[in-house]
C-alpha cells in the first residue's frame, strides 16, 4: 500500500475583520512499509509476566485437555486488494536447508489423504507439523490453527499464518499460545512448546490484508532443549516458481475432519493475482498456518516450506507468495535466542 502523505490545513485568524485560511506545510511522515516486522513478546492471558517459567506454568494451566478440545478453528484472512506494487520474484531464489533433529524420531505413521486429492502415494505425517492453539483477547475466544517447525540458527522457530499469532480486526496480539508438534488424538510425543514472541507484517496488522498473512513465532526452550532439536527444522524457500508440486500438511478441524491428527494433499501450486499462490484441496478451518511443503522427503519427514494456509474456500488453500519480503521477515527472527 502506498503511503499517504496528508500536509494538515490550519485556519489561522488575522487582525480586524478579515479572516484567512492559510494552508501551511509541514513534512511528511511516510506510513510504515506494510514489509516492515512487528514482534510483540508473547504473555499469558491475566498476567504480565513474560518469563519462560511464568509463561509456560501460566499457559500449560490454561490449556486444559476439555479446553483444548472446545478450541475452534480460526478464521482465516479475508481475501483482500493488494497491497503491493513490486513485481515478483523480488530477488534471486534463496533457500535456508532442512536440520535433522539431534536424536531421529520415532518413526512416523502415516497421515490421512486429504479428500480433495487422492494421490497414489503414501505420505507420512511430520513430528515438524504440529497444531497451535491460543487465546484471542479480541473476542474472548480460543481458538486452533497449523504450523511447522524452522530451522534457523537459533532452532526455535514456527511458521504459521498471521491471523494466528495478531486479530487484525480486534488489534491485538494472541495469548495463551502454544505449540505441539505430532499433536495426536490428545498425544503430545514431542511435547509442548510455548511462545516468547510472536512476530507478523505490518500489512497484517494494520491492514489485515492476506498478502500480508504470514507469522513466525520463536518458542521457549523446554528443559533446556530447542524445538529443532527435537523434532527437525523445515528448510525454507523464496522467490521460487509458481508452479511447484506441494505438499500440505495440517490439522483440519471443521466438517469432515476433527482435526485430532494430520492430514495431506498434494497438487500443483498456480499463481493467485500477482502476490499469492493458490492450491486445490479440501482442508477445512484449523487448518491454517499449514506448510506447503515443496520436496518433502517422506523418510526424513522434512520438506521446504514454501508458503503457508491462509485462506479458501475450503477446496482451495491461498498463501501469500514467499517473496524477499518474506525472507526479510524470517531473517528478522530466525537469530532470536529464547
Excluded at 495478531?166 to 498425544?187: E, I, L, R
Excluded at 483440519?252 to 497438487?267: H, I, K, L, T, V
Excluded at 482442508?283 to 526424513?300: E, K, M, V
Amino acid at each position: 500500500m502506498r503511503p499517504s502523505l496528508r500536509a494538515p490545513l490550519i485556519a489561522l485568524s488575522a487582525c480586524s475583520t478579515i479572516l484567512l485560511a492559510v494552508a501551511v506545510s509541514s513534512p511528511a511522515v511516510a506510513a510504515p512499509s506494510p514489509a516492515a516486522a512487528v514482534s510483540a513478546t508473547a504473555h499469558a492471558s491475566g498476567t504480565a509476566a513474560t518469563d519462560r517459567a511464568s509463561v509456560r506454568n501460566a499457559v500449560a494451566k490454561y490449556w486444559t485437555p476439555e479446553r483444548m478440545a472446545r478450541a475452534i478453528p480460526a478464521d482465516g484472512a479475508k481475501p483482500h486488494g493488494s497491497a503491493r506494487d513490486q513485481p515478483t520474484p523480488t530477488g534471486p531464489r534463496r533457500s535456508v536447508a532442512p536440520a535433522t533433529p539431534t536424536h531421529q524420531p520415532a518413526a512416523a505413521a502415516a497421515a490421512h489423504a486429504g479428500t480433495g486429492i487422492q494421490p497414489a502415494t503414501t505420505i507420512n505425517a511430520s513430528p515438524t507439523v504440529g497444531k497451535v492453539f491460543f487465546h484471542d483477547p479480541g473476542d474472548g475466544l480460543d481458538y486452533v490453527c497449523s504450523g511447522s517447525a524452522v530451522n534457523g540458527s537459533a532452532k526455535n522457530l514456527v511458521s504459521t499464518a498471521g491471523h494466528c499469532v495478531y486479530d487484525a480486526d480486534h488489534s491485538k496480539w494472541m495469548t495463551n499460545w502454544q505449540f505441539v508438534p505430532y499433536y495426536d488424538h490428545g498425544d503430545r510425543p514431542y511435547g509442548t512448546w510455548y511462545a516468547a514472541q510472536l512476530t507478523t507484517f505490518q500489512g497484517w496488522t494494520s491492514d489485515g490484508d492476506s498478502d500480508w498473512d504470514v507469522g513466525f513465532v520463536n518458542v521457549w526452550r523446554n528443559d533446556g532443549t530447542r524445538l529443532v532439536d527435537t523434532v527437525g527444522g523445515d528448510g525454507i524457500e523464496f522467490n521460487y516458481p509458481k508452479d511447484l508440486y506441494i505438499t500440505i500438511l495440517a490439522y483440519p478441524a471443521e466438517d469432515p475432519f476433527d482435526g485430532e491428527w494430520q492430514y495431506y494433499c498434494q497438487n500443483n501450486i498456480y499463481p493467485h493475482g500477482s502476490e499469492q499462490i493458490g492450491f486445490d484441496c479440501l482442508l477445512t478451518g484449523g487448518s491454517s498456518g499449514g506448510p506447503f511443503f515443496d520436496r518433502y522427503n517422506n523418510s526424513t519427514y522434512l520438506g521446504y516450506v514454501d508458503g503457508i494456509v491462509s485462506h479458501g474456500p475450503d477446496d482451495v488453500s491461498y498463501s501469500p507468495y514467499f517473496d524477499t519480503d518474506v525472507m526479510n521477515l524470517y531473517n528478522e527472527v530466525a537469530s532470536y535466542t529464547t
